[in-house]
């Protein structure tokens, strides 16, 4: 866990950033439903705001 | 990484080649993600193959813009099973054996991917990147600075090339001060971090180039020079304060934030970082971050009454793991304060707190070491 708060501290912005690719947040079953609808691969971005 | 690389134009003629997930891993409702897909530092980025729901591909930290674009073809390349080379195919081993959890074999995948590397084979860099860490999270500390030292020169000028260089000098400083190699090692590898601080075109984000300069003060840290120390903190904040001048959005200039507040901490003027801390605090009035590192500010002041008050804004704002933390740091602001009864209690929320997280937040080491600081309490 140290070296999870060590990383999340370097790694420190607030959650407020304006992305140019469509994110779908903090939902996982629906953005498994449109890949597979889609049938491409889903990229994930786990990140934490502090 | 959110406020340049993702905001980064370039990436628009991406958007169709994937779905995108952004998942806060302190949020409870991701909970049953992180047991599927377990997040060991942040950022972590995936590509997930929907029909088998497994990860493809796993990259723990923040990249640039080309490291980004290099991970999309990498993934896609890999739920696809597109025919590959000796050396691609070594490394998606090396990929799945690390997400195994199964160091030892990773390592040997990333050698047999470097030996059998075609000339300017494009995923060289992360080859390199991956085997150093590897070796690093295999304790093999001389065996990770050493390869560090070798591979180097075929990476340098690249943000993978900073990436072999700190990792590796960050495994030079974990030797023993007998261990013969130690010296030699730490020189080259200093050399080498040193260089990637200070080259503009190697693509680096900010935040990655001020984790070099950290690194280098950590090397001056173990060889007891405290003005070498002062004079790279010195170094950083002016390049700090320069990019922040140089934002172009209030996210920007936030990204920021938390290398200024820990170099001017750590300079002993920790003042100069309220007014920043106070703006971001304006622009982003429901983020806990700002008050967090207000908090911390004013501890290292030692006006520790201003420190809980910036806590309780940022109690009042935090949810799912990271209010431990919070709750971790104001407990060592009463401890400052002198107020052992009350450092306790709040400990003994962090802990409560802690143990009522759901599965994938829940973290069993961290709340044994909590319980092990209020037992020395």
Excluded at chain 2, 45 to 63: F, K, N, Q
Excluded at chain 2, 149 to 175: H, I, K, M, N, Q
Excluded at chain 2, 270 to 281: D, G, R, Y
Excluded at chain 2, 321 to 346: E, I, P
Aim: aromatic share 6%; hydrophobic share 45%; charged share 25%.
């Amino acid at each position: 866990m140290k070296r999870l708060l060590i990383l999340l501290l370097l790694t420190a912005i607030p959650a407020f950033a304006k992305e140019v690719v469509p994110f779908i947040d903090d939902d996982y079953a629906k953005a498994l439903a449109q890949a597979k609808k889609k049938n491409v691969p889903i990229f994930v971005d786990a990140w934490a705001p502090w | 990484m959110r406020a340049f690389v993702l905001t980064d134009s370039s990436l628009a003629r991406h958007a169709g080649q994937f779905v995108w997930l952004a998942v806060d891993i302190d949020d409870a409702a991701n909970s049953a993600f992180l047991v599927k897909f377990p997040v060991t530092g942040t950022p972590t980025l995936m590509v997930i193959d929907p029909r088998t729901e497994t990860v493809a591909l796993r990259y723990v930290g923040s990249a640039s813009v080309p490291q980004l674009e290099q991970l999309f073809r990498d993934g896609a390349d890999l739920v696809r099973g597109k025919q590959l080379s000796v050396a691609d195919e070594a490394l998606n081993r090396a990929d799945r054996l690390q997400n195994a959890n199964q160091t030892a074999e990773a390592i040997k995948a990333c050698e047999e991917a470097i030996s059998a590397a075609p000339k300017n084979w494009t995923r060289f860099g992360r080859a390199a990147e991956t085997l150093i860490a590897s070796l690093r999270h295999s304790r093999n500390y001389e065996g990770c600075a050493s390869r560090a030292v070798e591979l180097y020169p075929r990476v340098a000028g690249t943000a993978s090339g900073a990436g072999v260089a700190d990792r590796g000098l960050s495994c030079a400083l974990r030797l023993a001060d007998e261990q013969k190699s130690r010296a030699d090692l730490t020189a080259a590898l200093t050399k080498a971090v040193r260089e990637e601080a200070e080259n503009p075109k190697n693509g680096l984000i900010d935040g990655d180039r001020a984790a070099l300069y950290l690194s280098l003060i950590g090397e001056r840290r173990r060889a007891r020079d405290e003005a070498g120390m002062r004079s790279l903190r010195e170094e950083l904040a002016a390049l700090l304060e320069q990019r922040a001048a140089a934002a172009q959005t209030p996210a920007q200039r936030a990204s920021y934030d938390f290398y200024r507040a820990r170099v001017y901490r750590d300079l002993g003027q920790a003042e100069k970082s309220i007014p920043m801390l106070e703006q971001t605090e304006r622009d982003f009035p429901t983020d806990y971050v700002p008050p967090l590192w207000l908090s911390r500010a004013y501890s290292a002041m030692h006006k520790y009454d201003e420190a809980l008050a910036a806590s309780d804004r940022a109690l009042a704002r935090v949810s799912g793991g990271a209010r431990t933390m919070v709750l971790d740091l104001r407990s060592d602001l009463y401890t400052a304060r002198g107020d052992k009864a009350m450092a306790a209690q709040t400990l003994r929320d962090a802990i409560a707190f802690s143990e009522s997280l759901p599965p994938g937040q829940h973290d069993q080491p961290l709340i044994d070491s909590l319980k092990k600081k209020l037992e020395k309490m």
